[in-house]
């Protein structure tokens, strides 16, 4: 068995011994896969989860309430829905109470004081996939649950909050890899090459790294215009810096190395020691600091989020959650701003301990 083999097997194991490591990556993992999946199992399956009910807003959580579900006469059953929700969702009528008469079907509203004498409202039997009353009060009529409450405009939260995974966990990743991208080369270049390249690469990420870093994303992000992707890349473009010092302390440390003297007697190209010598020992620190990366890449969505200029409505973001609901918290309904920043908190906490347990396992000295 290789060196690197060994050394690779040891820090596995240094790994799986660390608890909180372990059980944060396990964590990551089932939150990743219940985003991914959202819409195969989450209460509201409309696209964004934006089915609203706005007689049942600010709900508690475990709410339950007798709803009417009138389907959508095209519904859909495509992989797109699957992955970006029901276009053409169904609507949903929370009620008192309700009754059939002939070809029509009769309902109170739900209203907070639970008033039976108020106007009924009607709906025609054709708006139904069945006309039978029997079938539709057996497959149309039923209770819902809210596990974790209504919003402000009577959408599901606990749909919300599962699909709200999506923008955190995917501008984590796409922030990281554009970091990676730009500070592994840079620091690399500045480091093995040295000299002006190296004096111009570090007088940059000075400049950079001065600029506090949520006043850079907003200017960015205002330059590129407010959107999805427009924080991954504004979000991107500000944590490359860290990577690049990183990168090219290791660089410089690990050029005189003799392995690398001998790349160069044997003729090889700079970009292939760079490549296939250096940067496959320096890899250990990247890589706790792309963990590290990861949470801040959250914190700072979500931070740009309840600014307003990051995910934009109906878009679900724990962000966006807290700043609609923060001022509920002096309110009497403090769960609508607590539950998602549990959510970020939770998320942030994790990659932390998992970079701490990278750090533990790939430290050579331990």
Avoid at 129 to 158: F, H, M, P, V
Avoid at 301 to 327: C, N, R, V
Avoid at 337 to 358: H, Q, R, Y
Wanted: charged letters at 15%.
């Amino acid at each position: 068995m290789s060196k690197s083999s060994t050394s690779k097997n040891l820090a596995l194991q240094k790994f799986k011994s660390n608890f909180w490591g372990v059980s944060c990556l396990v964590f990551i993992g089932l939150i990743a896969l219940a985003g991914i999946a959202a819409y195969t199992w989450i209460p509201d399956q409309s696209q964004n989860a934006n089915q609203m009910a706005l007689n049942i807003q600010l709900k508690s959580p475990n709410f339950k309430v007798q709803v009417i579900e009138i389907p959508h006469p095209n519904p859909e059953n495509n992989w797109k829905s699957f992955v970006m929700g029901k276009e053409k969702s169904s609507e949903i009528h929370p009620i008192i109470s309700y009754r059939f008469s002939k070809d029509s079907l009769y309902y109170i509203p739900y209203n907070e004081e639970g008033k039976t004498n108020l106007v009924e409202k009607v709906i025609p039997l054709q708006q139904f996939l069945e006309i039978n009353s029997k079938e539709i009060e057996a497959k149309n009529i039923y209770t819902k649950t809210y596990l974790l409450g209504t919003d402000q405009y009577g959408r599901d939260l606990l749909s919300r909050l599962i699909l709200g995974i999506r923008i955190s966990l995917s501008i984590g990743f796409i922030a990281v890899f554009i970091s990676l991208v730009i500070g592994i080369s840079l620091g690399a270049i500045g480091g093995y090459f040295g000299g002006k390249i190296d004096a111009f690469i570090m007088w940059l990420i000075n400049v950079t790294w001065s600029i506090p870093t949520l006043l850079l994303v907003i200017a960015i992000t205002l330059a590129l215009g407010k959107g999805f992707y427009q924080v991954f890349i504004a979000v991107g473009l500000t944590m490359w810096v860290e990577v690049a010092r990183i990168v090219r302390g290791q660089v410089i440390s690990v050029k005189e190395m003799q392995y690398i003297t001998a790349a160069r007697a044997l003729g090889f190209r700079d970009s292939r020691i760079i490549i296939k010598h250096i940067l496959p020992n320096i890899l250990a620190p990247v890589i706790v600091i792309s963990a590290a990366n990861f949470a801040a890449a959250i914190l700072i969505e979500s931070g740009l989020s309840f600014l307003g200029i990051g995910a934009q409505p109906p878009t679900p973001s724990w962000g966006t959650m807290i700043k609609d609901h923060y001022a509920y918290i002096s309110l009497g309904k403090p769960f609508l701003a607590i539950i998602p920043g549990l959510a970020i908190m939770l998320s942030v906490m994790s990659f932390m301990l998992i970079g701490n347990a990278l750090r533990d396992a790939l430290d050579v000295k331990n």
